[in-house]
């Protein structure tokens, strides 16, 4: 089972700085990474696909790079609106798991 | 507009069992794997298992491998959970999903004698 480590647990950022967060598997996985938005109350929003993919409607301050076992999401200019919870999870291998969650709050 | 919506959500005591509904509509159910992602209170999301578009194959999480069974009936365009011998561990919400695509709106199960 490949083990996805996110970091940091969470984060507190002013609007219009720069927000990344990590994460790390324990096995190659290629490009096989996703990317969540949960606000609260709600389901998880894919943001971000396999191959570091946009999702259609997805504002383009959101953004991912990595391949193999280390992986970095970034939104660019943070706004108010993207206050929640950021979860990456891996594609590459049953079980499909995730990371424990980046919380962003919008001082 | 793509719609999930899960059913069956309940208090379950301890060794029981509970049969969780998806009803998709909005596009072609019987095109698409689909998977049941579950969420437990203040915690992360558990990938459970998925089910290919003629329910001929299925994986599993190890946490409930041997416990639940994920099918569909694709002529009524439904994704099912079976869920036996429950835990107070599976207390979650449990979201049907599009490969992580479209996510329904979730089923509470509390697991508590």
């Known amino acids: 089972e490949t083990t996805v480590t996110q970091s940091p647990a969470s984060l507190s950022m002013a609007v219009g700085e720069k927000v990344s967060i990590s994460c790390k598997t324990s096995t190659d996985i290629d490009d096989d990474m996703n990317w969540y938005q949960q606000k609260s109350g709600e389901a998880p929003k894919l943001l971000i696909s396999?191959?570091?993919t946009l999702r259609p409607g997805v504002p383009s301050r959101f953004s991912s790079s990595g391949y193999g076992t280390d992986f970095v999401f970034t939104i660019n200019n943070v706004l108010l609106g993207d206050e929640g919870i950021y979860y990456c999870?891996?594609?590459?291998?049953?079980?499909?798991?995730f990371g424990s969650g980046t919380k962003l709050e919008i001082k | 507009e793509v719609q999930l919506v899960e059913s069956g959500g309940s208090l379950v005591q301890p060794g029981g069992s509970l049969k969780l509904s998806c009803v998709a509509s909005?596009?072609?159910?019987?095109?698409?794997?689909m998977d049941w992602v579950r969420q437990t209170p203040g915690k992360s999301l558990e990938w459970i298992g998925e089910i290919n578009t003629d329910g001929s194959k299925t994986n599993y999480a190890p946490s409930i491998k041997d416990r639940f069974t994920i099918s569909r009936d694709n002529a009524k365009s439904t994704l099912y959970l079976q869920m036996s011998n429950v835990k107070s561990d599976d207390t979650a919400i449990y979201y049907c999903t599009t490969e992580g695509i479209d996510w329904g709106q979730g089923v509470m199960v509390t697991v508590s004698s």
């Open positions: 999870q891996q594609s590459d291998n049953v079980p499909f798991t």
């Open positions: 396999e191959g570091n």
């Open positions: 909005g596009f072609t159910f019987s095109n698409y794997w």
